[in-house]
């Protein structure tokens, strides 16, 4: 099935699609480092469909094909609590290129990304406005028409009985990779739409991994440390509570869901990247300075990483450092980060140390990536009549 790339960044979303079935007729970036690690990776065929530049300035007429989906993350800085959250205001709002992009080519779905800061309280109204957007696409934002004007049009609009524009049915949904089995607690709100005249009747994949399952794993079975040939260690107050509370809910049954995956699951067959050789392995290349202080703490090695973030200082809140047992800490190194956001030991990321850390950083976990693309791709298969 024929799809097209928005925003690709480094290549997580883009990469889950492909590995779900999806082929890329055109994939769009405009920063230069990750448009060379997209080409660089001959998953997506050395890049012969990107486009490097302004998504602004690109033309869908050179894309002849019929569009199954169209996907991306939209620049997420106006709605991110690490940025000013401008939200509308901000001129890196890309979701009216996003609008854009559905009007020209008419996908039979679409699957967009965004921070979990866009369902702030604050931002509901322009939450509302995103949707009705990506509902009504051929609903079209006039030059002097402000972003509450059109708003007011869409809602008009959606009151009619009668439609006869392009529509879609539109779901959303606030997710934690870690939960489909990514060793990050990354939440993300997904945007997931179906052209009305398909008639799909689609729900989100049911989530396949808890934090219930992993400490029953840790503290009622063991299984966890004995997985990896480590003595139990002493169970604080605040982990006993959670026990006797799992206890008392599964009773002698374990959880059906898979544990969630950690930090130490995720990394744990890749050497010592302080050792000499460590340099064998794929950008596995040890980096110091890291360093505990208020906010800033990393995150523990039995537990799913914090979500991996694209600060432009660097790496706020200490969520690229490793904590270990006894409070120590290092940074991640590339390959493990890479690990963390589920891509592959043999995919290769261009730029420098903090360019590469803000392309994981943005990037969508390639593995959650393919879960959720692979449930809309069975899905059009079906109304397709293919098997």
Known sequence: MNSIELFAGAGGLALGLVNSGFQHKAIVEVNKDACKTIRNNNVFDYGKKLYEGNIINFDYTTIENEIDLISGGPPCQPFSLGGKSQANNDSRDMFPQAVNAIREKKPKAFIFENVKGLMRKSFEPYFKYIILQLQYPSIERSTNESWEQHHAALEKYHAQSAHTGLEYNVTYKLVNAADYGVPQKRERVFFIGFRTDIHINWTFPEPTHSEDALIWEKWISKDYWKQ?????????????????????????????????????????????????????????????????????????????????KAGTHGVPGGENMIRYEDGSVRYLTVRESARIQTFPDNFQFEGSWSEVMRQLGNAVPAKLAEKIGLSIFNALIEIKGLT
């Open 228 to 308: 990896h040939q480590l003595l139990v260690p002493t169970i604080d107050e605040k982990t006993l509570k959670k026990v006797e509370k799992i206890k008392k809910k599964y009773g002698s049954s374990k959880p059906q869901y898979l544990p969630w995956v950690t930090v130490r699951d995720a990394i744990c067959n890749l050497p010592d990247p302080q050792k000499a050789h460590a340099k064998n392995f794929n950008q596995h290349i040890f980096k110091g300075g890291a360093k505990i202080y208020p906010g800033h703490t990393g995150s523990y090695i039995d537990d799913p990483s914090k979500a991996l």
